[in-house]
């Protein structure tokens, strides 16, 4: 019996995420793994906006995360639509591996 192996490839698409990443960079993601502050992760978003690539910044008691982008003047974040449930925040963003390889770091 083989064991699926949680980890799947995602593409960024915008430059929310500038510097960190890039529209095009291909990414990554850790599925199922729960986020730590400063760890970027990809997040069903609310309002009907699909899936997201955003930072998390940090988790209220209620359970719900706080996401933004780190290009605060392009795209939006919890500023726009709100704190996002947990289990819409579906993986932990590892690395990208094209085109610029990286391993990606929390924020501070």
């Not at 289990?87 to 690395?95: A, I, K, M, Q, Y």
């Amino acid at each position: 019996m083989r064991r699926s192996i949680p980890v799947r490839a995602v593409s960024v698409s915008g430059a929310s995420m500038r510097p960190t990443l890039r529209d095009g960079d291909a990414c990554l993601v850790w599925w199922g793994r729960p986020p730590r502050p400063g760890d970027v992760v990809v997040a069903r978003l609310p309002a009907g906006r699909g899936l997201g690539v955003k930072r998390a910044a940090f988790q209220d008691t209620d359970g719900t995360w706080w996401l933004r982008s780190d290009n605060v003047g392009v795209g939006t974040d919890s500023a726009a639509f709100g704190m996002v449930a947990a289990e819409d925040v579906l993986g932990r963003v590892l690395l990208r591996y094209w085109p610029r390889p990286a391993w990606l770091r929390r924020s501070a």
